[in-house]
């Protein structure tokens, strides 16, 4: 009986230990494109995930009183409605008939692509 319930411990932490693990990798790398791309996982976060992509790519160009190219980012319904008329992942993903974004940079990494496919494809929720 005890020997059981040492056991059942020795499991529990190894799991919770391995939980740190994957939870810290992903805060230390996050959507970085030379790691596997764990922020696609079940359901992803506006807030979480989305919006510090958008806020590092995009907000910096996309907010404000005269947003580039009269196109506002950075609310959660503007940013839906970006999604929602496909001109985010068409100039993201440099696709033909759009304006490749972020203007004069680097094309997103395909994880950071594939996150803000995948809260697209799971509805754009506002989580
Ligand atoms: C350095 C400034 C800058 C950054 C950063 C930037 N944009 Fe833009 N964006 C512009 C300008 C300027 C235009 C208007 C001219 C054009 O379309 O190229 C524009 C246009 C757009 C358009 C309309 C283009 C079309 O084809 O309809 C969308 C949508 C857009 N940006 C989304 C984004 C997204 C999403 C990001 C982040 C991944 C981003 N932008 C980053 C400057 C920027």
């Known amino acids: 009986m005890i020997k059981r319930s040492i056991s059942l411990i020795s499991i529990s932490v190894v799991l919770s230990l391995c939980a740190c693990y994957y939870d810290h990798e992903e805060t230390l790398y996050g959507a970085a494109s030379n ?70 940079a680097a094309k997103l990494s395909s994880c950071r692509i594939a996150t803000i496919k995948k809260w697209i494809d799971v509805g754009m929720l506002n989580n």
Do not use: E, F, R, W
């Open 35 to 104: 790691q596997p791309c764990t922020d696609t996982v079940g359901t992803v976060s506006y807030v979480q995930k989305v919006v510090p992509i958008l806020q590092t790519s995009c907000y910096g160009c996309h907010t404000g009183s005269s947003p580039s190219g009269n196109q506002l980012m950075g609310t959660y319904a503007a940013d839906k409605a970006m999604a929602q008329n496909g001109k985010l992942m068409g100039t993201i993903n440099h696709s033909a008939g759009y304006s490749p974004m972020p203007k004069g």
